[in-house]
């Protein structure tokens, strides 16, 4: 397994939407992929997360405005975020997560104007 690739971050105006992915490499021991984040001087935070099942979770924080969801066949997840609004701002990172082992992406900047 390698890092897991992300892309899509950039600028938006507060009420405006992003979409994020993430490739990551294709095992059979891929069990989940999830999206955290990490604002200037906070903690990393969990996001949103999907299981290879499809069953995911969200942060009560971002309920209703973001989506996840994955293609098992490219191996890939979606980040859907809408409404953004300024406290979204964030380097936004994707972890793959397998039987043995977690892989972080390299993160990509989102940040969101008032």
């Known amino acids: 397994q390698v890092r897991p690739v992300e892309s899509g971050g950039g600028l938006v105006q507060a009420g405006g939407s992003l979409r994020l992915s993430c490739a990551a490499s294709g095992s059979i021991s891929l069990k989940a992929m999830a999206w955290y984040r990490q604002a200037p001087g906070k903690q990393r935070e969990l996001v949103a997360r999907i299981t290879t099942d499809g069953r995911t979770n969200y942060a009560d924080s971002v309920k209703g405005r973001f989506t996840i969801s994955r293609d098992n066949a490219k191996n890939t997840a979606y980040l859907q975020m809408n409404s953004l609004e300024p406290e979204d701002t964030a380097v936004y990172y994707c972890?793959?997560?397998?039987?043995?082992?977690?892989?972080w992406g390299q993160g990509t900047q989102v940040t969101v104007s008032s």
């Open positions: 972890m793959a997560e397998y039987v043995r082992v977690n892989y």
